[in-house]
């Protein structure tokens, strides 16, 4: 599956908001999006009006750059949450919660979910007592998401001790943050989700299609 090689800052100016590709370096005033508030290119400073359909791309685009899925995965959660009955939107972004690399970096092992996904693929975590190191891990509730014993002295692990500490948990998730082990207590809603984004253009996006 092709990667995205460039920069990842420019992701974010060219959606107009942070999307915490870079972990704390967004907290900082480094953030390109402080320094250069336009997208990337030679004419980005140019705002010009998008389109209805260019709206609905863009709505698109910044989730799935969110979540750091590719796009064939984005779909298939987008049908999977369509299928089931209920809101389609809110099904689809509890998917995308529910990635045990989203749960590791809601957990704060990682400063960004690019940084949670290396972890899982290193094969730090555990699932119920059992080693997953497969991002797109699906995560239910009842689940107890923990970093491998054997590897809580890590280099890694306790590079992000601090991070840790001062991590602001999700509320569908009880975390255990001295035993580095965490709870799905429920299922996520749309509302503990921060990203600002219209999701029922997405829903109208794919509609079409």
Request: aromatic share 8%; glycine share 8%; hydrophobic share 35%.
């Amino acid at each position: 599956m092709a990667r995205y090689t460039g920069a990842q800052c420019k992701k974010c100016r060219r959606e107009g908001q942070k999307l915490f590709l870079k972990g704390e370096r967004c907290l900082t005033g480094k953030c390109s999006i402080d320094r250069r508030n336009y997208a990337p290119g030679q004419h980005g400073a140019n705002k010009s009006k998008l389109s209805e359909y260019g709206l609905q791309l863009r709505a698109k685009q910044k989730t799935k750059i969110y979540y750091g899925v590719s796009e064939s995965q984005f779909r298939k959660y987008y049908e999977v949450a369509f299928r089931k009955n209920g809101v389609t939107s809110d099904l689809l972004f509890g998917l995308l919660e529910t990635r045990l690399d989203n749960v590791a970096y809601r957990m704060g092992i990682g400063t960004s979910r690019r940084e949670s996904r290396q972890l899982v693929n290193y094969g730090m975590l555990t699932v119920n007592g059992k080693t997953v190191n497969v991002p797109s891990y699906q995560v239910k509730v009842g689940d107890v998401v923990a970093v491998r014993a054997e590897k809580k002295d890590n280099a890694a692990i306790k590079k992000l001790a601090d991070f840790i500490k001062t991590k602001n948990v999700v509320s569908w998730i009880e975390m255990d943050k001295d035993k580095l082990e965490a709870k799905i207590v429920r299922v996520p809603q749309r509302e503990d989700v921060d990203l600002e984004v219209a999701e029922n253009l997405i829903i109208e996006l794919y509609s079409k299609q």
